[in-house]
């Protein structure tokens, strides 16, 4: 698409100036995403937009209640590197405050079965990505509630946090891949009646960056390394946790459940 013909004199500061700038935008676009990271346009600062943390966008402190508005915003929206947030078009940008992240995931859909199970996540925003190592899912802990707060990327750097009810399917998810062929052979349910559930999660990456350090440089990358050694580390984590379960005399168990695009 030619640059020009996004060329509007508008004042961002105008809302409905804002508005008919992404609607015409929107219907020249195929696939509704302009080329945002290409523009460098002048910053006019603040003018009172927000996305709270429930998803929410206010303007002037009052809820922008028309999804398609909404929708239109979404996709003039950029990430900046000092993780601020803006809407921005060729001749300006203007700063959104965003409590957490800007996209609600409302929703899953698991599609295939096995090693070519697929999970799609939709957003408060009709966006609709399928996990995968392109687009990843992290899990942020809360360092004093230990609260998990699961993100997946949806688009360039912008995330969407993946809403309660959908971790808790997610969780549910993982449970019922081992248990159902468990409960198959005449066991009980004993990841479901398990008064405590321990996830090992890694980051392959976080391996990858930690030896490239100065002080971890080898003559092998650890990319060429012929044992994933986060696999192992992973496994010895979970042996020790049963290990220290048994030594209170307590029964434990694991699942081989492999969520590669999960990252924390």
């Not at 105008?14 to 910053?43: C, M, R, Y």
């Not at 966008?57 to 909404?70: A, L, S």
């Not at 971790?167 to 449970?175: G, P, Q, S, T």
Request: some cysteine; glycine content about 4%; aromatic content about 10%.
């Amino acid at each position: 698409m030619d640059k020009k013909s996004y060329i509007y004199h508008l004042t961002m500061s105008d809302l409905s100036k804002i508005i008919k700038f992404a609607t015409e935008l929107n219907e020249k676009s195929t696939d509704g995403l302009p080329p945002v990271d290409q523009w460098n346009p002048e910053h006019c600062g603040d003018i009172g937009m927000e996305i709270k943390r429930d998803g929410t966008w206010y303007y002037m402190g009052t809820p922008i209640g028309r999804k398609r508005i909404v929708k239109l915003f979404s996709r003039i929206l950029r990430k900046e590197d000092d993780n601020t947030y803006v809407l921005v078009t060729p001749v300006e940008k203007v700063l959104i405050n965003v409590e957490d992240a800007p996209f609600i995931a409302t929703y899953v859909e698991i599609m295939g079965e096995g090693k070519e199970l697929n999970l799609k996540f939709n957003t408060n925003v009709d966006d609709t990505i399928v996990a995968s190592k392109d687009y990843p899912i992290r899990v942020v802990i809360n360092k004093k509630t230990n609260e998990p707060s699961p993100y997946i990327l949806i688009r360039r750097n912008l995330e969407a946090k993946i809403s309660r009810s959908v971790f808790y399917e997610l969780i549910e998810i993982a449970e019922h891949f081992n248990e159902l062929e468990y409960i198959k052979k005449g066991k009980p349910k004993w990841i479901s009646n398990s008064i405590c559930l321990f996830f090992i999660l890694l980051n392959e990456n976080a391996y990858h960056q930690r030896y490239e350090s100065p002080d971890k440089i080898k003559s092998v990358s650890s990319k060429d390394w012929d044992i994933p050694y986060w696999y192992v580390d992973a496994g010895a984590a979970m042996m020790n946790c049963m290990l220290l379960i048994e030594e209170q005399e307590l029964k434990s168990g694991f699942m081989g459940l492999h969520l590669s695009l999960i990252h924390i």
